[in-house]
């Protein structure tokens, strides 16, 4: 199983990104999958999840109203959009896949790459 994370650069404050989670060796449609980051010094924290259809979605209070995931099951890639950054945003960003979008949030089964986003202010 692989998941690999893929999107992140270097973005002004406000600015957008998308990241995208590609998977591989799993029947991804049967998979949640969750995002997460962690900031230099600081604990991974959940950032948002979707559900297996993409029907049901999570997120951070700090990042509601922001941050969109979405997933295309033919493709086998999660996407998270993310707009209005914030220098607090700045962060290596991972996904994992669990059994449901409530599970994968604190244990997830695979976990991906990071992929770094930084915002400048």
């Known amino acids: 199983v692989q998941l690999q994370a893929s999107g992140g650069g270097l973005v002004q404050a406000g600015g957008s990104l998308r990241l995208s989670c590609a998977a591989s060796?799993?029947?991804?449609?049967?998979?949640?999958v969750g995002w997460f980051r962690q900031a230099p010094g600081k604990e991974r924290e959940f950032v948002a999840a979707?559900?297996?259809?993409?029907?049901?979605?999570y997120y951070a209070d700090s990042v509601k109203g922001r941050f969109t995931a979405s997933r295309d099951n033919a493709k086998n890639t999660v996407y998270l959009r993310m707009n209005s950054l914030k220098p607090e945003d700045t962060a290596d960003y991972y996904c994992?896949?669990?059994?449901?979008?409530?599970?994968?949030?604190?244990?997830?089964?695979?976990w991906g790459q990071g992929t770094l986003v930084t915002v400048s202010s």
């Open positions: 994992a896949a669990g059994d449901n979008s409530v599970v994968v949030r604190t244990s997830a089964r695979y």
């Open positions: 060796g799993l029947t991804f449609s049967r998979y949640a």
């Open positions: 979707i559900g297996l259809n993409g029907a049901s979605t």
